[in-house]
């Protein structure tokens, strides 16, 4: 399922496991999701796939344009337990920007 958003689509996986796609259109030359946008649509995309409220999601840096260029997100859940999450670029087109989002298969506890 593809959910559009006016400058970014991204598809969440619904039980935070699973891998999914995305896409972005950005006006820049060398197109880039920006971190914050990116964690921002992600943490809204997981919450309505999963029907709860918006997990934590961080990333580090902008995600580039470039097919094969990824990044590492992380979401922490309330209890302070975290999931990574790869964004990777698998194609651009013009100023669309389009990836794939895959949840690791395990949790890290909450430090104590």
Not at 21 to 33: I, N, T, Y
Not at 45 to 65: F, S, Y
Not at 67 to 72: A, D, E, I, N, Q
Request: aromatic share 0%.
């Amino acid at each position: 399922m593809t959910t559009t958003v006016p400058v970014l689509s991204v598809v969440a996986a619904g039980a935070l496991l699973a891998g999914c796609s995305g896409s972005v259109s950005v006006g820049k030359s060398e197109p880039k999701v920006s971190a914050d946008k990116l964690a921002s649509t992600v943490s809204e995309q997981l919450a309505a796939q999963t029907g709860r409220p918006k997990p934590h999601i961080t990333c580090p840096e902008d995600l580039t344009g470039k097919v094969g260029s990824s990044t590492r997100c992380k979401l922490t859940a309330d209890d302070g337990s975290t999931l990574g999450v790869t964004v990777t670029v698998t194609s651009v087109k013009g100023s669309k920007v389009n990836f794939d989002i895959k949840a690791d298969d395990k949790a890290s506890p909450a430090a104590s």
